[in-house]
């Protein structure tokens, strides 16, 4: 069992920035691939960035590459999501998960081989 709690969003203006962090506890962080997915109004949710469990080893969309950047803190239980140049666009609920029984070089892109969930937090670009 993992527990995942994200924080860190909010409003910003477009141009802004926004670090979203996400704290993990239940199970050695280590052992699990860590992603970061969106959710817009009205769309499905997608992938946003991944990150292998050693941390070696990142996957972004390519709506957010260049402007946002994922990293993990192994030994805080904690992965982060940097986000730079935020567009209107980038305006969805961000969710953190957790997938297990990875190799600790494997970045897991899609969503379906995650198991563990965060609720989630609200992410909003004005123009």
């Known amino acids: 069992q993992v527990e995942l709690v994200e924080s860190g969003g909010g409003l910003v203006q477009a141009g802004g920035s926004l670090r979203l962090s996400c704290a993990a506890s239940?199970?050695?962080?280590?052992?699990?691939?860590m992603g970061w997915f969106r959710q817009a109004p009205g769309k499905e949710r997608e992938t946003v960035a991944a990150?292998?469990?050693?941390?070696?080893?990142?996957y972004y969309a390519d709506s957010v590459k260049g402007r946002f950047t994922i990293s993990r803190d192994n030994a805080k239980n904690m992965v982060y999501l940097q986000m730079n140049s935020l567009k209107p666009e980038d305006t969805a609920v961000y969710y953190c998960?957790?997938?297990?029984?990875?190799?600790?070089?494997?970045?897991?892109?899609?969503?379906?081989?995650?198991?563990?969930w965060g609720q989630g937090t609200q992410v909003t670009v004005s123009s």
């Open positions: 998960a957790a997938a297990v029984g990875t190799l600790s070089w494997r970045v897991v892109s899609g969503e379906g081989a995650y198991n563990y």
């Open positions: 239940g199970r050695t962080f280590s052992s699990v691939a």
């Open positions: 990150i292998s469990r050693s941390g070696a080893n990142t």
